[in-house]
């Protein structure tokens, strides 16, 4: 009885996610197509521009609720997830396989899009009035991004800001990567501590965990309307013309990331997790579709683990581990764009990169996928950075900034795809070991 009671709920909890999917695809192709219709019909009437602001806001309404839930979320996913290994070894299995995961398939990406800026040149060909006129229109932009850049800790100092010294403090900063070591680390002290005070707040924690799970699952049925006001904005505010204008470097950026996900993950899904990247594809269209919207890989973690969990089928533990981690550290669409807006700013200013340089570049993009906040334009302070590193000048970034947010849109759907690549590459072979605490319960 009990069993047809959760089948019959599984059932529902399915066909809610399904509707939920093609609601927010309507949003989108019907935003998108009101918004392109509004730009080339009555751009610049006084109206639009209110319409753009108001509907600015209730996107930004919706991402805030995400964000403020998105924090006890990966704590908690991740402290559980660590804990629910069991032991030492079973941690150290699943994050080595995640690392070597990582540093493989990153340097893969920025290898592919390096080849093809070299190969296609596409800042050679940009007219300078064009480009000059752009980058007068970003300037003052660029120069808070560069600023940012400048802010921004390198080297050793990095490495220590990932410890935090205040937790509470990190968390009010949003500072990912510090939460995240505070995270892996108590749910370390979890799995060491087996006593029933810490088996009660295990307990604990995982309810933190259900908890937020469902109060973003009621603040994902408002994301057909949020995605309607981004993708109207989007078309309202650029048309299709900007696109146009640059689009060799667009179009380098878009065959990069094809290429990734059409070619290297079918590859990786068929050979090391012996699964149909057709079926991957269609169980992951919900995660694709927010990600694209949102261009927040933060703000599509409780996405991809609802979909890890219900469409996917992969273990808990491990998929809370890789999702919450590679939420942050595992970003091959950023590593990707980063190199690519490089070498293309590179090439524009006639500045030529020898082949060392162009390896550090890449090394740089590796590092910087795994550093970049997961949260819309994250990775624009790092490419001011490198280019300052090899010779270019940071201000060159107002030139792709008004197509910025169409390819943050793209970059953040491959890396949202990319951890979900990753949860199930990790999880075969692991999958079918009981969890912790079924071995207790056996």
């Known amino acids: 009885m009990a069993e047809t009671e959760a089948g019959s709920t599984a059932g529902r ?52 609720l995400l964000f403020m839930l998105v924090i006890p ?28 995961y990582t540093i ?29 006129s752009l980058i007068a229109e970003g300037a003052e932009r660029a120069g808070s991004i560069i600023q940012t850049s400048r802010e921004a800790k390198a080297g050793a100092d990095a490495i220590v800001a990932i410890v935090p010294n205040n937790v509470f403090l990190a968390m009010s900063e949003s500072d990912v990567l510090a939460v995240m070591f505070f995270a892996l680390f108590f749910g370390i002290g979890l799995m060491l501590v087996q006593t029933p005070q810490t088996q009660a707040l295990k307990a604990a924690i995982e309810g933190v965990f259900e908890v937020a799970m469902k109060l973003i699952g009621l603040v994902i049925q408002l994301a057909p309307i949020a995605i309607f006001c981004f993708m109207f904005n989007l078309g309202a505010q650029f048309g299709v013309d900007l696109l146009v204008r640059l689009s060799a470097f667009v179009g380098v950026v878009l065959l990069a990331l094809g290429l990734q996900m059409f070619v ?17 594809f269609r169980q992951t269209q919900e995660a694709f579709v927010m990600a694209f919207a949102t261009a927040s890989s933060n703000a599509t973690l409780p996405t991809a683990l609802r979909v890890a969990r219900d469409r996917l089928r992969l273990p808990d533990r491990v998929a809370r581990f890789v999702l919450t981690i590679g939420a942050t550290a595992n970003q091959n669409g950023t590593a990707m764009f980063e190199g690519v807006t490089v070498l293309f700013l ?15 570049v890449m090394a740089v993009c590796i590092l910087g996928g795994i550093g970049t ?8 302070p790092v490419i001011a950075l490198i280019l300052a590193m090899v010779g270019v000048p940071p201000a060159g970034i107002g030139l792709v900034l008004g197509v910025d947010r169409f ?23 692991i999958g079918d070991e009981p969890a912790a605490e079924d071995v207790a319960a056996g």
């Open 104 to 132: 493989v398939v990153s340097s893969i990406a920025v290898a592919i899009s390096l080849l093809l800026v070299n190969l296609l040149r596409p800042g050679a060909g940009v007219d300078p009035v064009l480009a000059n």
């Open 407 to 429: 390819l943050d849109m793209c970059r953040t759907t491959l890396n949202v795809i990319g951890d979900l690549v990753a949860a199930t590459v990790v999880s075969a072979g």
């Open 264 to 280: 290297v993950f079918p590859i990786l899904l068929r050979l090391l997790a012996k699964k149909s990247p057709i079926a991957f």
């Open 346 to 360: 590179a090439q524009f200013f006639g500045v030529d990169l020898t082949l060392q340089q162009q390896v550090m």
């Open 73 to 100: 979320l990966l704590v908690s996913a991740l402290i559980v997830g660590v804990a629910e290994m069991g032991e030492i070894a079973a941690l150290r299995t699943v994050g080595l396989r995640t690392l070597v």
């Open 373 to 380: 906040a997961g949260v819309p334009a994250g990775s624009l």
């Open 13 to 64: 909890d399915e066909a809610r996610a399904g509707r939920l999917q093609w609601r927010m695809l309507a949003g989108f192709l019907v935003g998108l197509a009101a918004g392109l219709a509004v730009h080339y019909g009555a751009g610049e009437a006084r109206w639009v521009g209110e319409a753009i602001f108001y509907l600015g806001k209730v996107g930004d309404v919706f991402l805030r």
